[in-house]
């Protein structure tokens, strides 16, 4: 026999069915938990991304070298990145440039070892500097702040 909120009247059916209803809190339990565990895990995976880039592109001209009286070095070079797509049945290919830094010992292995026309991938920050012209009028360079990078061209034709 049931009541008006589907539980049988019966002692053996009222526990089924407080059984059924308490197994049903713990899955939505374990479901928001699970959910917040996601949420948890998608806020730190955000929040590590926060001015976050990682690009895959050529380099552009042969990095450049800064070394400074306090025995720091600089090394700064040009990536370019491409990207092709349909536009009227025609297609469109374009290039975006970035610039790229890389300070202390990181720069040495950059200068030692990346070329013009090497195929790399960046991972790195987004940094922008400011400063006044000789006319007072205000410039801004955005570069990204090397992290770290990965080889993605064969030995044989970085060289060349």
């Given at each position: 026999?049931?009541?008006?909120s ?8 009222i526990l ?16 928001i938990?699970s959910?917040n565990l996601?949420?948890?895990l ?11 880039v ?5 380099i552009?001209?042969?990095?450049k ?6 025995g720091?070095?600089?090394?700064s ?5 491409d990207?092709?797509?349909?536009k009227?049945g ?5 290039t975006e440039?970035?610039n ?11 200068e030692k070892?990346?070329k013009?026309?090497?195929l790399?991938?960046?991972?790195g ?8 012209d000789k006319?007072?009028?205000k410039q801004?360079?955005t570069?990204?702040?090397?992290n ?9 034709k970085?060289?060349?």
């Open positions: 026999m049931l009541n008006g589907n539980c049988l009247l019966t002692e053996s059916g089924a069915d407080i059984l059924l209803h308490r197994q049903f809190i713990i899955m939505v339990k374990a479901e938990k959910y996601l949420i948890t998608k806020f730190i995976i955000m929040r590590n991304l926060r001015n976050s990682q690009l895959i592109g050529r552009g001209d042969d990095p070298i800064f070394n400074f009286d306090s720091s070095k600089k090394v070079f040009s990536l370019a990145t990207e092709s797509y349909k009227d025609e297609k469109v290919e374009s440039w970035h790229i830094v890389s300070w202390g010992a990181q720069a040495g292995v950059v070892y990346l013009k026309g090497a790399i991938a960046v991972e920050r987004l940094t922008t500097n400011k400063w006044e006319e007072g009028k801004y360079r570069e990204i702040s090397l770290d990078f990965t080889f993605l061209d064969s030995k044989k970085t060289a060349e």
